[in-house]
């Protein structure tokens, strides 16, 4: 079973930032990639941000029309970690932030999920 643990969510005021971290742990043998998620009130929930965690395309990048220019994914492949790195915040970024997982344990591949982080952007 994989867990993945978000931190860093909180309230900030507009034109803030915010660093948003996701630690992978249990009965991992690789991560394909992994990617952030949000979802306002009222909303279906987005993709923000993805990362390549291995192969050939290792660290490419996707992001949001909305988000580009302004967050950025990285990862620590040693940690099993990814980041997401949220600046020039705008009140419309105000949601809960899942972290997501395609991850390979001893059974195979899956998609996990985190328990999700608030990001609050206001003044």
């Known amino acids: 079973q994989v867990h993945l643990v978000e931190s860093g969510g909180g309230l900030v005021q507009p034109g803030g930032s915010l660093r948003l971290s996701c630690a992978a742990s249990?009965?991992?043998?690789?991560?394909?990639?992994m990617g952030w998620y949000r979802q306002a009130p009222g909303k279906q929930r987005e993709l923000v941000a993805e990362i390549t965690m291995i192969g050939s395309t290792a660290g490419s990048t996707a992001y949001a029309d909305s988000v580009k220019g302004r967050f950025t994914i990285s990862r620590d492949n040693a940690k099993n970690t990814a980041y997401l790195q949220m600046n020039s915040l705008k009140p419309e970024d105000t949601a809960v932030y899942y972290c997501?997982?395609?991850?390979?344990?001893?059974?195979?591949?899956?998609?996990?999920w985190g328990q999700g982080t608030q990001v609050t952007v206001s003044s």
């Open positions: 249990g009965s991992i043998v690789s991560i394909g990639a």
């Open positions: 997501n997982a395609n991850t390979r344990s001893l059974s195979g591949w899956g998609i996990s």
